[in-house]
């Protein structure tokens, strides 16, 4: 009996100790979540953001180091430091927007090689700098994290569905460019998504604004959500997307040829100004016609801005080349891209669309 006492007592002390232990090493490492890279002269500089468990109770904490590449950053901060920096947690990773058009080839090969980073990282263009993006995690919650600001709006449709596996699968298509969220800092300091960069390759082209954006992800179609502005007669309204699916095919016996993109959208009039509509089916038919035409021009509109930029973010290349074998990638953006005409067909059907003021 005294033997069965002695070995649970063992036990149990083995099972706290090992407790305390578990417990206490973050206590012994920093664990980086976030980071910001700059251009600091003909250095890169970049900003981390961490949890500090022993003066904060978790709250975030922030280091800074400088460094030709983001291995030499690391090793100038482990230089600041007692303890031992872990990077295998990182979930964001913030370009200032001159890093981002200046090229991020440097900075992509690094991430990619490395296997302690998920597939989940979040890459994001900062219109100020991505220091002050970070600095404004200092003593804030990882709830605030700029990992969960993007996700949060990702899953209720305002922004593109984005991550460094998607980054990397476009950046490596010869028939797509990449694209990632734009960040901004608010007048309270609050990191918010100001649009979605554009990028040719390695480098930052354009960055939509945040109605573009929506259109944009109308037409990639993997997550068809968000708020559609529009008028009717002379009053404004919102369609509020539910659901939807885009369909791309190529036309290669057009001349020249042409993209054909077909929108369906399911939703409901969310809000808008002015009077109610007359429960009629006609009026609702009108409605929904009305959306259809503004619509297909205001995407219509974005796919020649894209065009016009150079660059290919819908992944128009891809479906070309699907279907022609002798697809040729340097051939079709010289001769056959920047003439191509875009086919945009939307129907819209809406559901609950009686509205009041």
């Known amino acids: 009996m005294r033997t069965k006492l002695l070995l649970g007592m063992l036990t149990l002390s083995a099972m706290l100790l090992a407790g305390c232990g578990n417990a206490n090493i973050v206590n012994r490492i920093r664990i980086l979540v976030a980071v910001g890279f700059d251009r600091d002269g ?23 180091g400088t460094g030709n590449d983001p291995k030499l950053i690391l090793q100038h901060l482990s230089l600041q430091t007692p303890r031992k920096i872990r990077y295998n947690k990182i979930n964001t990773i913030v370009f200032s927007r001159e890093i981002a058009a200046g090229g991020i080839t440097r900075l992509i090969d690094t991430v990619a ?22 600095n404004s995690l200092d003593r804030q919650e990882l709830e605030n ?58 480098r930052l082209r354009l960055v939509l604004d945040t109605p573009e954006m929506t259109l944009f992800e109308i037409l990639l179609g993997k997550k068809v959500k968000g708020e559609v502005p529009f008028t009717y007669k002379g009053e404004l309204f919102v ?36 009077n109610r509509i007359a429960k009629n089916l006609f009026e609702v038919d009108d409605l929904a016609a009305s959306i259809e035409h503004q619509l297909m021009e205001k995407l219509v509109a974005l796919l020649k801005k894209i065009q016009a930029n150079g660059i290919d ?19 079709f953006y010289r001769n056959v891209y920047p003439a191509m005409k875009f086919d945009v067909r939307v129907k819209a059907t809406l559901k609950n669309s009686g509205a009041g003021e």
């Open 42 to 64: 003909e250095l890169c500089k970049g900003t981390v953001a961490y949890p500090n468990y022993i003066h904060r109770k978790g709250s975030l904490a922030i280091m800074k």
């Open 113 to 134: 090689r490395d296997p302690s980073l998920g597939g989940n990282v979040l890459l994001a263009v900062s219109s100020c700098s991505a220091e002050k993006v970070i």
């Open 145 to 202: 994290s700029p990992y969960n600001v993007v996700q949060q709006n990702i899953r209720d449709g305002n922004v593109p569905l984005s991550n460094l596996y998607l980054f990397l699968h476009d950046y490596y298509s010869e028939g797509k460019d990449p694209s990632m969220p734009s960040l901004r800092l608010d007048a309270e300091r609050q990191i918010e998504v100001d649009g979605y960069a554009l990028f040719k390759k390695e």
């Open 239 to 274: 369609m509020s997307i539910h659901h939807g699916s885009t369909r791309l095919s190529a036309n290669m016996r057009a001349v020249p040829a042409a993209a054909r993109f077909e929108v369906r959208l399911n939703g409901g009039i969310r809000s808008f100004q002015g």
């Open 313 to 331: 973010s819908v992944g128009v290349g891809e479906e070309f080349r699907s279907v022609d074998r002798h697809w040729n990638a340097a051939e």
